[in-house]
């Protein structure tokens, strides 16, 4: 199969979800976190940007670049890069959305999107590689967003992108209006709540398993693939340093939202080994190693 790479300019492509994110608290009390060194930096397993520099971005994981494989970037008019997708055209599934969050395309401009088709196909994805028929009607499945609606609210063309197919994987409704949104909206009031300058930036990568067949729930009668387990990937940055952390969850048909979000963080590097992604692979090695092995979730706000 061709190996299309298809960047579409006003437009942007990205779970476990990656997040970079600011606050001197966030960095200068807490243990785990790593300073730039100001020194020559050395990433030995950073993407190739000969294609497109957004792969180089921190929050893009190593790519997998097989023929199977296509990553969309989506852009807007207005702010820029949207987020990123990674989509298997021979499972026809979202592997992994990831985006940023900062200080311009956080504010609230706009509602949240209405039309018809609610959920329409990428543009930017060949017709080949889509279903004929949105397969969520009638399966007993949500409309998952992956990179949320809620954290695009700053133009309208940006919310409506978040309502693409690609960026979407089938979820128990349990799941994706109790925990799954508890978690999504933890990323959102990070963020919001410790923006403090320009330079702030919390990194996002999040996804379904879909790569390994113990780690899919189910294929609904249309060929959709049901991901047993979601995570998020979370980089945080500001002008002191790093700090990371990740979701990691079993997507269940069960009302979880009470549940406490302390007890699904793991390490980034627990995250590799669960999904066999490479997340932050843009960083600096000694800095990805730092602050990949460990996790503090009391420097995140979560409390046993």
């Excluded at 279903?131 to 954290?151: E, L, T």
């Excluded at 709540?193 to 390994?212: A, M």
């Excluded at 980089?235 to 009302?255: I, P, T």
Aim: glycine share 6%.
């Amino acid at each position: 199969m061709k190996n299309y790479f298809k960047k579409t300019l006003p437009l942007l492509l990205g779970a476990l979800f990656i997040v970079s994110c600011g606050g001197d608290d966030d960095y200068d009390v807490s243990p785990g976190s790593q300073k730039p060194s100001g020194s020559k930096t050395v990433n030995v397993n950073a993407n190739p940007t000969t294609l497109h520099q957004e792969y180089g971005r921190l929050e893009v994981p190593r790519l997998k670049g097989t023929s199977d494989n296509l990553v969309l970037i989506h852009y807007t008019s207005q702010y820029g890069l949207n987020y990123m997708v990674e989509w298997d055209c021979v499972k026809k599934s979202q592997r992994w959305t990831c985006y940023t969050l900062d200080s311009r395309n956080s504010v609230k401009n706009v509602s949240r999107y209405y039309g018809d088709p609610q959920y329409p196909n990428d543009p930017d994805l060949p017709s080949i590689y889509r279903f004929a028929d949105d397969p969520y009607w009638g399966s007993g499945f949500d409309h998952g967003h992956i990179c949320p609606s809620y954290d695009r609210l700053c133009s309208s063309e940006a919310n409506i992108q978040t309502f693409y197919m690609t960026n979407m994987q089938p979820q128990y409704n349990k799941f994706n209006a109790g925990l799954w949104l508890n978690m999504e909206n933890f990323v959102s009031n990070y963020i919001k709540n410790r923006i403090q300058n320009g330079t702030d930036t919390l990194y996002v990568c999040k996804g379904g398993t879909i790569d390994n067949a113990s780690q899919i729930l189910v294929t609904t009668t249309k060929g959709m693939l049901v991901p047993k387990y979601f995570y998020m990937a979370l980089l945080c940055k500001n002008s002191q340093g790093y700090k990371a952390m990740a979701f990691w969850v079993e997507h269940r048909n069960e009302d979880r939202s009470t549940d406490n979000l302390y007890h699904y963080v793991v390490s980034i590097d627990r995250l590799e080994e669960l999904t066999g992604i490479d997340f932050f692979c843009n960083l600096p090695d000694d800095t990805e190693e730092t602050i990949e092995k460990v996790v503090y979730p009391n420097s995140w706000g979560l409390k046993q």
